[in-house]
């Protein structure tokens, strides 16, 4: 099995649930997991961000993603339509990300991925941007 969602309540035996998943004995050092939270979101943003030396980084644009009915699957991208809350949090965001890329010494084409929460999203209040993946892009 390539992918499953595992519901926090149903992880009790953590150990367990290793060997369960890999339908061997999962061994540390050997064996490795990836552990994705899942956030319910009402939007999936991606934003463009350039870093050249000794000039501010510049966020070029941003854009939605769209995807198949699976929420998985990258259909295309349209326009940005985001509450002015959610706009407002996504631009700072951003600008926080652009800034500790810089201060890192990060030169070169950034494509981070955000998602802004949903009403029913029970662990973030709605509308919050949360950053999910940075992608390094072909340099400028």
């Known amino acids: 099995r390539w992918s499953k969602k595992i519901k926090i309540k149903e992880i009790d035996n ?3 649930l290793l060997d369960e998943l890999s339908d061997i004995e999962f061994i540390e050092g050997r ?3 990836v552990v994705e939270a899942w956030v319910k979101s009402s939007k999936s943003i991606c934003v463009h961000i350039e870093i050249q030396p000794d ?5 070029c644009g941003a854009w939605e993603q769209v995807f198949e009915e699976d ?18 949090l996504l631009l700072r965001e951003a600008e926080k990300l652009a800034q500790a ?3 890192q010494g990060a ?3 950034f494509g981070p991925d955000f998602v802004i929460t949903s ?10 941007c949360l950053l999910i993946e940075l992608n390094a892009r072909i340099p400028f």
Do not use: H
């Open 101 to 103: 890329l810089k201060s």
């Open 107 to 109: 030169i070169g084409s």
């Open 55 to 59: 000039k501010d980084p510049i966020l």
């Open 14 to 16: 953590i150990p367990k």
């Open 71 to 88: 929420n998985i699957s990258y259909k295309g991208a349209g326009p940005l339509m985001l509450s002015d809350t959610a706009r407002d």
């Open 31 to 33: 064996d490795v997991f």
């Open 119 to 128: 009403q029913d999203e029970m662990s973030f209040p709605e509308d919050t």
